[in-house]
């Protein structure tokens, strides 16, 4: 089973993004780095799933994704084509992980990450 191990939040405007989620939730969200703010959802007992906010980019300018942790992140490209999926970004090398993103069958936009 591939666990979900992260979300990212896209917008046009993250830094209101970032301030809405920090003020009503309470998150730990970072200053940008790249462009990207990590957000920290929970700690101690009340874990959560952390993520990030960052500017969406065309084909994805604003909406919620989920990144979902494979084990072999080319092996599961293939799996997602064969079975209805399109890929809106090819695998990129991202230093500690792989991360790719595809469609699925009904349209949802989905990350697949593979640390290294």
């Known amino acids: ?3 979900v191990v992260l ?4 917008s046009q405007d993250p830094d209101r993004q970032a301030q809405f989620f920090s003020t009503v939730f309470g998150w730990e969200v970072s ?3 790249w462009g990207y703010r990590t957000a ?4 101690g ?3 959560g799933i952390d993520g990030g ?7 994805f300018p604003q909406g919620t994704r989920v990144q ?6 080319d092996v599961s490209i293939a799996k997602a084509l064969e079975n209805g999926a399109t890929v809106s970004q090819d ?6 992980c792989y991360l790719a993103y595809v469609v699925d069958p009904v349209g949802v936009q989905l990350g697949l990450i593979q640390y290294k």
Do not use: C, R, Y
């Open 45 to 47: 007992e009340s874990q």
């Open 7 to 10: 979300f990212e939040l896209s």
């Open 91 to 96: 695998k990129m090398d991202l230093g500690d």
């Open 53 to 59: 906010i960052a500017q969406g980019p065309s084909e």
């Open 31 to 33: 200053e940008p780095n």
């Open 68 to 73: 979902i942790q494979v084990e072999n992140i």
């Open 1 to 3: 089973m591939n666990p």
């Open 40 to 43: 920290k959802t929970g700690a």
